[in-house]
């Protein structure tokens, strides 16, 4: 069995590889990750973000949001995310579970100047993401340096899920040193 899903690394490298280039290609299906926390209420809350880089070598993924984001006060309180993926030309699921970071301030500036001008009034809206406002627009954008930054999602665990003729799955832990195990799909 020469495929890709007919071994843990083939499904290990098939995953790290195909998110990787949803970081590359923004019209790639892994450019898009449901990205859950838990709410300061211990409920899941999910909201969909932009993958930003990604370091299979050290099982890190990195996700840009506003500092006032509601998300962030969830991370403080939970430092942990769920991260999701369906890659339908691939059939494959990827679900991560990762301790995460809030990186901000000086240690984010390179991150900060690779994103274009127009992209960065995603950082700064006021009021502030989720708060009640008047009418639908009553809302500005400006662009806001301080409020950019980087969730570094440290990852502990990846569950794989293979959909083609014959389904697999496998999870990977950090814990056991990403020694994958084959599991009942
Ligand atoms: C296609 C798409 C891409 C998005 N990308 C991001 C992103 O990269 N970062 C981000 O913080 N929010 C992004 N959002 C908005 C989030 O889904 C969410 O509405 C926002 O971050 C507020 O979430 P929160 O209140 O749970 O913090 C994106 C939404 C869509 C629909």
């Known amino acids: 069995m020469s495929e890709w899903f007919g071994t843990l690394d083939g499904l290990w490298g098939e995953a790290w590889s195909q998110i990787?280039?949803?970081v590359r290609d923004?019209?790639?299906p892994a450019r898009l990750v449901s990205f859950s926390t838990v709410s300061k209420d211990q409920r899941p809350q999910s909201r969909t973000v932009v993958l930003r880089r990604t370091d299979p070598e050290e099982a890190v993924c990195e996700v840009h949001t506003d500092i006032e984001s509601t998300k962030i006060a969830e991370i403080e309180e939970h430092?942990?995310?769920?991260?999701?993926?369906?890659?339908?030309?691939?059939?494959?699921?990827?679900?991560?579970l990762a301790e995460v970071s809030i990186l901000s301030g000086d240690t984010v500036n390179s991150e900060w100047e690779k994103v274009p001008v127009s992209s960065r009034i995603s950082y700064g809206t006021e009021p502030a993401p989720g708060l009640p406002i008047e009418a639908a627009l009553a809302?500005?954008?400006?662009?806001?340096?301080?409020?950019f930054c980087v969730l570094r999602c440290c990852i502990e665990q990846i569950d794989l899920t293979y959909l083609g003729q014959h389904h697999r799955r496998a999870e990977f832990t950090r814990l056991r040193d990403w020694k994958g195990q084959w599991l009942s799909p």
């Not at 430092?79 to 991560?96: E, G, I, K, N, Y």
């Open 139 to 147: 809302y500005t954008k400006p662009a806001v340096r301080e409020r």
């Open 79 to 96: 430092p942990l995310a769920a991260l999701l993926w369906w890659l339908p030309h691939c059939d494959l699921q990827v679900r991560m």
């Open 20 to 22: 990787g280039e949803g």
């Open 26 to 28: 923004a019209k790639h």
